[in-house]
Structure formats: structure tokens, C-alpha cells
């Protein structure tokens, strides 16, 4: 429980900054699809070197965790402040209507996976 938590109350501290904030890139302004579609793949690549690193380094704990986490901020974000109370978009675009319920799917494959392997986990060593 106290997991669940800390994991609720970083994510909701997260979230909350970072919906708050200005970000502003070096006065760089993604003003066509291709540019903001490339903003989001810039996360995206992001991302994906974290979760390697994440894999290579650290214990196997963290990294399921790092992946619910990552499935828990997608499916909330989108749901809660992106589709219920219209705070803001993915884009400003129309591919926003496309990428944010993708963003939902893989936020469920995430979630999925990472609580999967980390039950496996959990059941092979007995903990359980």
C-alpha cells in the first residue's frame, strides 16, 4: 500500500508540474503536422533510451515499475486532462485524434506488461 502511494503521489506532484509550467525550446515552435508529430517522436525516442537503460542498469523491480508508471501516466493524462476536462492536447493538430487514443492502447500494453512481469517475478521467487 504504501507502494501504491508514493507511486500515486509522485505521479499526481509530476503531473501537476508539469501541466503548470511553460516550456519553452530554444524559441523552437512546431507549427506543422510533421513538426509536431517529430515533437512527440522526440519523446518518444526519449523514452525508449530511458526504458533501455532502465533494463540494463537497474534491478528488474524498478524497471517494471518504471514501465506501469510510464502505461499509469499515459491512460491518466489522456483520459482525465486530455478527453474529460479538455485542459489541453498531445497536439494542436487534427493527428492528435489519432495519437492520443493510441497513446491510451499503449499505455494499457504497458501497464499490462509491467504488472505481468512483475507478478512472474514475484511467483518465481515464492514471495507470493
Known amino acids: 500500500m504504501e507502494r501504491f502511494l508514493g ?3 509522485g505521479f499526481i506532484g509530476v503531473d501537476f508540474y508539469l501541466h503548470f509550467i ?13 513538426g509536431r508529430i517529430g515533437a512527440v517522436l522526440f519523446g518518444v525516442i ?7 537503460i532502465f533494463k540494463l542498469y537497474f534491478a528488474s523491480s524498478f524497471f517494471n515499475g518504471f514501465v506501469v508508471a510510464i502505461g499509469v501516466f499515459l491512460i491518466f493524462d489522456n483520459v482525465v486532462f486530455h478527453w474529460i476536462f479538455q485542459l489541453h492536447r498531445i497536439t494542436n493538430g ?6 492520443e487514443p493510441l497513446a ?3 499505455g494499457i500494453l504497458f501497464l499490462w506488461y509491467g504488472l505481468s512481469k512483475e507478478r512472474y517475478s514475484e511467483l518465481s ?3 507470493v
Open 22 to 34: 511553460e516550456a519553452y525550446a530554444m524559441s523552437l515552435e512546431a507549427t506543422s503536422a510533421v
Open 94 to 99: 487534427s493527428e492528435a485524434n489519432i495519437l
Open 7 to 9: 507511486l500515486l503521489a
Open 46 to 52: 526519449i523514452q525508449i533510451i530511458l526504458l533501455v
Open 104 to 106: 491510451v492502447l499503449i
Open 125 to 127: 521467487k515464492g514471495k
